[in-house]
């Protein structure tokens, strides 16, 4: 397997230090955060620079893009229920998440990270599958026109592994699989290595954090059961990315470096490689 970052742990770091700290890390891929044209929310959102010149840069540190995730969700209740369709924007998601894969395809990133999301308790949980997965599906169709596959991410509704392959049961398309959050796995109540047995080969991109009494702190410090679940991707010879999130765009934090380095050093150890440089690893 292949060991990446997100950039939701560097929020006001440019893309060159990105590049920077991945090379002297040994970290393969980078994760990128981006809150679409315009947004200043990250001085290292991909779509603030031109997509050659963020390839260039990852490429220049022996790493690569290894997903562009965004906040796109397809869970938007349309109302009223009938003539809703009608009336309003129903398509703003499909929108969005079309834009992302214009982005993704040009900073050279084979993945979309987006979200199903929350439905209401009054929904039944087949029509809302229905209606996230009808608007999902024009995004994925717009991804495999482009090269991009689109990754969906457990979270709101949908936390489990299970729960995840609702939707792809749903829309059984190739270039649609699971981005796997192991911390909000575990916290749903799910042991993270039978949720990736669960998933197996439908797994895109697996996400990993750690927290030590609410607090994000480097892998291996915290109550996640992070390790285990890097003992599953193993044992399933999983060859994709997992990426180590560290959720300081959200909670703020001191320096990220020293839980970016252990968090590297142990991804490392738990998943059978050796370290052989800054610009990448031998795996056993």
């Not at 292949?2 to 040994?26: H, I, M, N, Q």
């Not at 717009?142 to 509704?157: D, F, L, M, P, T």
């Not at 044992?235 to 990315?241: D, I, N, Q, S, T």
């Not at 970016?260 to 050093?265: D, H, K, M, P, V």
């Amino acid at each position: 397997m292949k060991f990446a970052y997100s950039t939701v742990a560097c929020p006001d770091w440019t893309l060159e230090r990105v590049a920077r700290v991945a090379e002297e890390l040994g970290y393969v891929g980078v994760e990128l955060r981006s809150f679409g044209w315009g947004s200043s929310s990250s001085a290292c959102d991909p779509a603030l620079t031109a997509g050659p010149k963020v390839q260039g840069l990852l490429r220049a540190a022996g790493a690569e893009a290894c997903c562009l995730s965004s906040g796109c969700r397809f869970d938007a209740v349309v109302t009223p229920p009938v003539i809703g369709w009608a009336i309003s924007d129903t398509e703003r998601s499909v929108r969005e998440g079309k834009a992302m894969v214009d982005l993704a395809a040009e900073i050279g990133a084979p993945m979309l990270r987006v979200f199903a999301f929350e439905y209401p308790s009054r929904e039944r949980r087949v029509s809302a599958i229905e209606r996230i997965v009808s608007r999902l599906l024009k995004v994925v169709d717009a991804g495999r026109a482009r090269q991009v596959k689109v990754v969906i991410e457990n979270g709101g509704s949908f936390c489990t592994a299970a729960e995840l392959c609702e939707i792809l049961d749903e829309a059984q398309h190739p270039m649609l699989l699971a981005a796997y959050n192991v911390a909000v796995a575990s916290l749903a109540g799910e042991d993270p290595a039978k949720g990736i047995n669960v998933l197996g080969d439908r797994l895109g991109l697996v996400k990993v954090k750690d927290f030590a009494e609410g607090k994000p702190v480097a892998l291996g410090d915290g109550q996640v059961p992070v390790r285990g679940a890097i003992e599953a991707l193993r044992a399933l010879r999983y060859r994709g990315f997992v990426s180590y999130e560290l959720d300081r765009a959200w909670l703020g934090g001191a320096d990220p470096m020293p839980m970016l380095r252990a968090s590297a050093e142990r991804l490392y150890s738990w998943g059978g490689g050796v370290a052989v440089g800054p610009r990448g690893v031998q795996l056993a």
